[in-house]
């Protein structure tokens, strides 16, 4: 259910890209926003070094709406009900322990602000993070 929460929760700003030094953790971890540049990619990167990855899911809830979509390992977004049982797979590139999250390469039809949720599970349970994306407006840093 703290999955669900770290969707709800109001959260501020956009800092930096997520760097290799972040790590999840079963209690949830807030992670550094990030800008949606004009080539409309985003991926987060994960050290996940000492935790054996069973599975990686990405989830996102577009601004102003209650709505949470799960993104699947073909790159799909399906509406997820919050129920921990039905998380689907998504995708991650694994370079000795550092997990790299390609979450879009432009976001959804509609979408320009987001929290974003990377999770993955290990034997001791689900460790996730979540941060905030935004379209970068034209003439921002």
């Known amino acids: 259910m703290k999955l669900l929460h770290a969707f709800t929760a109001v959260l501020i700003g956009l800092g930096g890209a997520a760097g290799a030094a972040d790590r999840l953790e ?25 935790d054996e990855v069973l599975s990686v ?21 399906v509406n997820w009900d919050g129920d ?16 790299t999250f390609k979450i879009f390469r432009k976001p959804p039809q509609g979408v320009n602000a987001m929290t974003v949720t990377v999770a993955y599970q290990t034997p001791e349970g689900l460790k996730f993070g979540w941060f905030e994306a935004a379209v970068a407006r034209e003439g921002s840093n």
């Open 84 to 99: 921990m049982n039905s998380l689907i797979p998504s995708s991650a590139r694994n370079d000795d322990g550092v997990l």
């Open 26 to 50: 079963t209690d949830g971890v807030f992670l550094p926003g990030q800008a949606i540049g004009a080539d409309g990619v985003l991926e987060t990167t994960i050290d996940a070094s000492g």
């Open 57 to 77: 899911h990405t989830m996102i809830r577009p601004a102003s709406t209650n709505i949470v979509m799960m993104r699947d390992r073909d790159g799909y977004w």
